[in-house]
């Protein structure tokens, strides 16, 4: 094929998508602000700034191939960066399911956007714990679960674990439910496709109290059960467990995310739930969070502008060094390795060593 073709094509098949095709960021209205809040999408004390949040409408292959239009609400700091990750999975045609606002699923009734497979990012919500699992020596459990379920599940657990005293139960469950806010409560994180690119949540094996788990014992007792319990959420996410789109002999299955990682990463999207270890989020992108902090503070204090200069530069690091902007920064002590501290502390100083990176 010719040289002059082949840029025909390439002008025809940008030319269509234009035409087929919308991107915009707009301010959330006075009434779209009183309809988030009558349900309860913000809640009564958002931890963002809700006038540094900004709605993009933006176009997307569905799963028939058709192109959509969607609403997604983002923070104002990577709204531009977003609308350029949406025109190019346009370009790539990677499907979504369906993007939505997460009232609007809320008025006609569906309480959760996960197992709607929406791809959504705004939320004021605390991290959802789905279920029961273990990390670094302790239970974690969503706020949720049934009081009836923890204590089924906890019996599976060590001593250590196990109690059978009401008042102690009741304990043990407030510690392990999650009060922190998810970065979705800032706009700063985004879920796509969540059942084609589910959570997974683990209990590791030597964590199981054997008592509960007798075809597992020896005769002495010793336990010889060597598998580990994993959840999928949502659950129709088991169908994506082997995470190779397509395999041989099978039909190829799309919506999957391992193909944008570095369209996202490129933007400056570049903390992924697939890297995690427990759990494992395939559908979660996110900017780290400290990151996320001083750039809300930085929005509010200095000005949209400066907190963009940041987000930029930020990606820009990443882009040229493959690590994170914030690893490079060398925090005083008395700032007890907290950069958002150091940001608030001594801007001056902070601001000294990120000139240093910009060059």
Not at 49 to 75: A, C, E, P, Q
Not at 140 to 159: D, R
Not at 320 to 340: C, D, G, R, Y
């Amino acid at each position: 094929m010719c040289l002059n073709k082949l840029y025909l094509i390439i002008i025809l098949t940008l030319s269509t998508i234009t035409a087929f095709s919308e991107f915009k960021i707009s301010s959330l209205s006075t009434e779209q602000i009183e309809l988030m809040k009558k349900h309860k999408v913000i809640s009564e004390t958002p931890p963002v700034n809700i006038h540094n949040l900004r709605m993009l409408t933006v176009s997307y292959y569905n799963f028939d191939g058709k192109i959509n239009d969607g609403n997604i609400v983002i923070h104002a700091t990577i709204a531009n960066a977003f609308i350029d990750i949406f025109k190019d999975l346009l370009t790539i045609k990677f499907p979504i399911n369906n993007i939505e606002l997460i009232e609007q699923l809320f008025i006609r009734g569906q309480t959760d956007p996960d197992i709607a497979n929406i791809t959504s990012s705004f939320w004021d919500r605390d991290i959802k714990h789905v279920g029961i699992y273990h990390r670094y020596d302790q239970v974690y459990a969503s706020k949720n679960s049934p009081k009836s379920l923890i204590t089924n599940i906890l019996k599976l657990f060590k001593p250590s674990y196990t109690h059978n005293n009401n008042k102690e139960m009741q304990y043990i469950y407030t510690e392990i439910s999650s009060s922190l806010k998810s970065l979705h409560a800032y706009g700063f994180a985004v879920d796509i496709n969540p059942i084609q690119n589910p959570i997974v949540y683990f209990i590791a094996a030597d964590q199981i109290q054997p008592t509960h788990l007798a075809n597992s014992l020896d005769e002495n007792n010793n336990i010889q059960f060597y598998q580990g319990i994993v959840r999928y959420f949502p659950y129709q996410g088991i169908r994506y467990a082997n995470r190779k789109q397509n395999r041989h002999g099978l039909k190829s299955r799309h919506g999957m995310v391992e193909n944008v990682v570095e369209i996202l990463a490129k933007h400056g999207i570049n903390d992924w739930g697939g890297d995690w270890d427990m759990p494992i989020d395939y559908m979660h992108f996110q900017i780290p969070k400290e990151r996320a902090y001083i750039l809300e503070e930085m929005t509010n204090v200095e000005s949209l502008e400066k907190a963009i200069e940041y987000f930029n530069l930020a990606k820009d690091y990443y882009n040229m060094h493959k690590k994170q902007i914030e690893s490079a920064f060398v925090i005083p002590k008395e700032f007890t390795n907290s950069l958002l501290n150091f940001y608030r502390k001594d801007p001056k100083s902070f601001y000294s060593q990120l000139k240093l990176f910009s060059s």
